[in-house]
């Protein structure tokens, strides 16, 4: 049962375009939510992140939206550069009582120079 | 200066050994994690310690037991090793917030392990 779900497995964009990277939850006691970016033989690098009681976080050129209603949310990078090419995980997680993170399956982002 | 390491970084073995792998992080935190990442690519996490108390343990097989000497280091001994043990594991670490809140989770570079 995976609470965490990334359903586009790749994406392809231009440099200069924005990346629209996905992630929905089925567990609605999620409150804490993060992005983290892969490069290849490399461990997982924290890259945003968003409580809940939030639903607009930016830093730099990523902004992650939360949709609770619709337990979804989203990486924007805008603009993309060929180096933010990477696997992108998506966690979920609560803001207390447990330290787990729930992660999806990942997205390989490929920013086409 | 790195935050997280692991070593090894590969390790190949054959079925039915013990093995170990260390990992350490010079973060000051007092959290940490072991994570396994499958061949399907799913990151789930395994073990954490904090302060060197055991307070996740999700559903693994005894035949792997952590270990944390102290709170900058957490091992993961493996016994009996099956070919379905075959995966990259990942140790993480944060700092366990006075607040109770969440702290970001920082981890190593993994260590790649192919049961033969």
């Known amino acids: 049962d995976q609470q965490v779900k990334q359903n586009s497995p790749s994406l392809s964009v231009q440099e200069g375009r924005i990346s629209i990277l996905n992630c929905d939850y089925t567990n609605s006691m999620f409150d804490y939510f993060l992005w983290y970016k892969k490069y290849p033989a490399e461990g997982p690098t924290f890259l945003i992140s968003i409580s809940s009681i939030k639903d607009k976080n930016e830093d730099g050129r990523f902004t992650v939206f939360l949709n609770k209603s619709a337990k979804h949310l989203s990486l924007h990078i805008v603009p993309s550069q060929p180096g933010d090419s990477a696997v992108y995980f998506c966690?979920?997680?609560?803001?207390?009582?447990?330290?787990?993170?729930?992660f999806g399956t990942g997205t390989r982002l490929k920013v086409l120079a | 200066d790195t935050a997280v390491s692991q070593t090894p970084k590969y390790l190949v073995t054959q079925m039915g050994n013990d093995k170990s792998i260390k990992c350490e992080q010079n973060l000051g935190h007092d959290t940490m994690y072991w994570y396994k990442q499958d061949s399907k690519k799913f990151l789930k996490i395994m073990f954490s310690y904090n302060n060197k108390e055991l307070i996740i343990n999700e559903t693994v097989p005894n035949r792997f037991s952590p270990k944390s000497p102290d709170k900058a280091h957490l091992n993961l001994h493996i016994n009996s090793l099956e070919l379905g043990d075959s995966a990259v594991y990942f140790c993480?670490?944060?700092?366990?917030?006075?607040?109770?809140?969440?702290?970001?989770?920082?981890f190593g570079p993994g260590t790649r392990l192919l049961v033969l």
């Open positions: 966690a979920a997680s609560f803001t207390s009582g447990t330290y787990k993170y729930i």
């Open positions: 993480a670490s944060s700092q366990f917030s006075l607040t109770g809140d969440q702290e970001t989770q920082y």
